[in-house]
């Protein structure tokens, strides 16, 4: 069980969160720096949390990590892991070796609620919703969902028909199955979620369209499309005030070389490029996703798969726009969306992804549902209702019932949030530890003459990833080289500040096993390099040599002569 102050068995709603952001900024004040990203129009704070020990430098002059939440409204565990992740690193700063180095060196940026306003709704009212409690192009007629009964929860309402394309499974009356094509004789439904039959000219009924469409993560800039192509893309790339001010925040911290995204659910961890194919990127950023990918399965338990290949169903209309994209496809960050929590597997039906979706059938979705509800009514029978008889105000009597989807399907029961908080708060500290790092290996000086000095400082970087952190980011000339600055004055060859270029991560190094099955090194990553100067100095005096670098941070070291 991992140290925190807060306990993580309920979710936030807005006031709490808010007390606890305060609770750690009046605690912490030398390493937790709560601030308003943005104001939404509902007048609720999407807050961005800088996590660094302001006494062992600022934030900007530190490799920095981004973790965010919650920029889908129904999708509350992922603000839960993002606020856990805070607690624990603040908590076990004094405690915990790994705590500690991560806020002394490094910067750590999270964002735990990017729609305030959208999770609020969700988590105080019956209502299920994408992104925002904001009305978007909407429509009307239909079954408009509501809690007719009050229980405060929407639950799939049966309505006896004969034109009903449903009837009761006889091994199992809370369960339903098709109508048969033969079936001529019975009682039939149609199933569709509680609600109120909103005024229609059309005798047939049907659902009606989702008022608050509006998808945040498909408002980003890369892969942007209009409404006709891509649904909930808004009017135009960061058209919403959230979306604008998340990216806005990864541009203003130019030193972000990692970022991790949660959303629910599917039990997957997926990575970039989701806007075509896998090879299409360098092998290099590839084989670091993955590797990356494997801890968060070693944590989380989870599949990791690329969003493309792998995640998209429909690779012609491919859904896009999403924040993950951008990152990688734009500013050639690292990105990971975590799908946090899974019952399709819990229930012994595991939803199969890749090629195999498309052999998803109707009846395996169907046997799916089933083992989903016979989960739940199970495991965690306070979000199940069976079937109840209402009088309908349109329809006559009908049956409501079925499970919470809320906090079964959508998030863990409240009982079970913990375990995944706690798993991902441990893959998202090995990631953060996988960023660029300077250091100055070695810093030398050989008198040449009396006062005359060489300078030899070699400079490398001892993280995982490179400091230009993929070959994309090289691509799209968003790379920034290592500067390498000497304190010396009077400089008889070189410049005061030298420009080294890149440095290999040492996820760059080529390694393998040979024929006869040793395991070996064949060449190391081009991790350092040699900055050499001829300076006139005093004997005594202290030259400072410092490598900077905005994804991989700062680092000096000093020599006297």
């Known amino acids: 069980m991992m140290k925190t102050a807060f306990r993580y068995d309920h979710y936030y709603k807005y006031d709490e969160i808010c007390q606890v952001l305060a609770y ?62 805070i607690d624990w690193l603040l908590t076990n700063y004094e405690s915990d070796d790994k705590a500690k180095y991560l806020l002394d060196n490094m910067a750590i940026y999270v964002i735990p609620r990017v729609t305030p306003d959208g999770a609020e709704t969700y988590l105080t009212t019956p209502y299920s919703l994408r992104s925002v409690d904001r009305d978007y192009l909407p429509e009307k007629g239909g079954i408009r969902e509501e809690d007719l009964d009050g229980d405060g929860v929407i639950r799939m309402m049966r309505i006896p028909t004969g034109y009903g394309a449903w009837k009761k499974d006889p091994e199992d009356p809370d369960s339903m199955k098709p109508r048969e094509p033969s079936d001529i004789e019975g009682e039939f439904y149609d199933i569709y979620p509680e609600g109120c039959l ?115 169903s429909d690779q012609d209309n491919y859904s896009s726009g999403a924040l993950d994209d951008w990152f990688y496809q734009s500013q050639g960050i690292p990105a990971y969306t975590m799908e946090f929590w899974d019952l399709n597997t819990k229930a012994g039906v595991p939803f199969e992804w890749g090629a195999a979706m498309k052999e998803d059938t109707p009846a395996k979705k169907l046997e799916r549902f089933n083992a989903c509800m016979k989960w739940v009514r199970e495991n965690a029978p306070q979000y199940y209702s069976p079937w109840t008889e209402y009088d309908h105000p349109a329809f006559g009597k009908v049956e409501l019932g079925g499970f919470n989807y809320k906090f079964t399907q959508q998030n863990p029961p409240e009982n079970m949030l913990v375990t995944e908080c706690e798993n991902d708060c441990r893959f998202n500290i090995r990631f953060a530890l996988a960023m660029p790092m300077l250091e100055i290996a070695s810093l030398t000086r050989e008198k040449i003459t009396d006062g005359i000095w060489k300078i030899t400082a070699v400079t490398g970087n001892t993280g995982y990833l490179p400091t230009n952190l993929t070959d994309e980011a090289v691509n799209l000339k968003v790379n920034r080289p290592v500067c390498v ?3 010396a004055d009077d400089i008889v060859t070189g410049h005061k500040t030298e420009t080294i270029g890149d440095l290999a991560g040492w996820s760059r190094t080529d390694t393998g096993t040979n024929f006869y099955g040793n395991i070996s090194t064949y060449e190391n990553a081009k991790a350092k390099k040699k900055t050499i100067w001829i300076i006139r100095a005093e004997e005594g005096t202290v030259i400072t040599v410092t490598a900077k670098q905005e994804k991989a941070g700062t680092a000096s070291a000093s020599v006297r002569l």
């Open 198 to 312: 909103e005024e229609t000219d059309d005798i047939n009924l049907k659902m009606k369209k989702a008022s608050w469409g509006l998808d945040f993560n498909r408002n980003f800039p890369l892969g942007w499309f209009p409404e006709s192509r891509q649904p909930g893309a808004g009017k135009y790339p960061l058209s919403n005030p959230e979306t604008k001010a998340v990216a806005d925040f990864v541009l203003g911290h130019p030193n972000i070389g990692g970022a991790a995204a949660g959303h629910t659910s599917g039990g997957i961890i997926l990575y970039p490029p989701g806007t075509r194919p896998a090879k299409s990127a360098s092998y290099n950023d590839i084989k670091a996703f993955k590797e990356i990918a494997q801890m968060g399965k070693q944590e989380l338990g989870y599949t990791p798969m690329n969003i493309f290949d792998s995640f998209m």
């Open 485 to 487: 600055t000497i304190s």
């Open 24 to 85: 750690f900024a009046e605690k912490y004040p030398s390493l937790c720096t709560v601030e308003t990203n943005c104001v939404t129009e509902e007048g609720r704070n999407q807050f961005a949390v800088t996590l660094t020990n302001q006494e062992t430098g600022d934030a900007l002059s530190k490799p920095g990590w981004y973790l965010d939440g919650n920029i889908h409204a129904g999708e509350v565990t992922a603000s839960m892991t993002a606020m856990y992740t």
